[in-house]
DNA sequence: TCCGATGTTGCGAGGCATGCGCAAGAGGGA
DNA sequence: TCCCTCTTGCGCATGCCTCGCAACATCGGA
């Protein structure tokens, strides 16, 4: 799934539980499916379809990759499920949580972080007073320079009059 | 290219002094890369390389789509040319402007418009502060709705209570 | 004006991230 | 346990590029 869902974010605290929402909705708990949830809910970051299809480098048995696209696909319909796209790159899958996250991007070292969306409502505001759109960044970041690779580049101009 | 190049903008005001500045570089001009240039020069929007390489329906020959995408590439590493994207979809191409250009998108529609950086500034500001990130909106757009896709949205909800 | 060194072109093939079709297989209510 | 369906797995297709490579063109110099 390549386009952002709009289903209201289902929170699951657990695979079971997970689980058993699926069960709610009339949606089948296969093996691939509960290995997809139970990979999202090992993992500490976003993962790819890949490292989910891959078991998490052997953390968990490998499946199939389109499989893994399905699953993720009807996973976010229902919303247990976010995705996002890192600039270029696969997408990056994790699960939903109560209140949306937006992200931000490091275009220079690749690193990225999720942001509670309130802290970006008034950057939000001026751009929709500015240009009369509403911005969301939760499924396309923010790109741009982070703290780390901005020192770097200080440091780099710096020693020309050391 | 689907990387973001950092050259210095260099804008040129037409075809032959687009040219020129190839030949200072030591840059040959052959037909292939001239007819990149004809292409963006007559081009009122920011295009894709697949409109290019078949020559914007006739105006223009064709050509092979590698090459088109080889030279916009060598073009925007020079500077002339730059590129962004829409989220999922080709990249868009358009002469460098000597102000860089930022872009804002809309996720339901489609539509996208160039916007003056400094138009963002303020909001580029409350980001740093907030996140200590550095955004930049010129190579992956702000991302959201327009004010078109607004307002039908707000129609829709009104239908509730007439 | 011809020439040669080298930058470019135009194919064709390949790669990555997905999406699709379809027969075989597996959930789970009756 | 049966059977209807939902899912899987596999292979192949697609969109957007990127690469390898031989044929070819450009442009400074003889």
């Known amino acids: 799934m390549t386009v952002s869902h709009r289903t209201p974010p ?16 009339n949606l089948r708990v296969s093996a691939a499916r509960r290995l997809v949830l139970e990979a999202l809910f090992a993992a500490d970051k976003p993962l790819t379809a890949e490292e989910i299809a891959a078991g998490l480098e052997g953390w968990l048995p490998a499946s199939d990759l389109a499989s893994v696209y399905r699953n993720l696909d009807t996973l976010e319909e229902i919303g247990l499920v976010r995705h996002f796209h890192l600039g270029h790159g696969p997408g990056r899958y994790s699960l939903a949580t109560a209140d949306e996250r ?44 982070c703290p780390a690779c901005l020192a770097d580049r200080n440091q780099e101009g710096s020693h020309a009059h050391p």
């Open 102 to 145: 937006e992200f931000v991007a490091c275009e220079l070292c690749g690193a990225f972080e999720a942001v509670d969306p309130s802290r970006l409502d008034a950057a939000r505001e001026l751009i929709a007073k500015e240009l009369g759109y509403e911005a969301r960044f939760s499924h396309f970041p923010i790109v741009g320079t």
């Open 10 to 25: 289902l929170a699951a605290s657990s695979v079971a539980s997970a689980v058993e929402l699926l069960r709610e909705r």
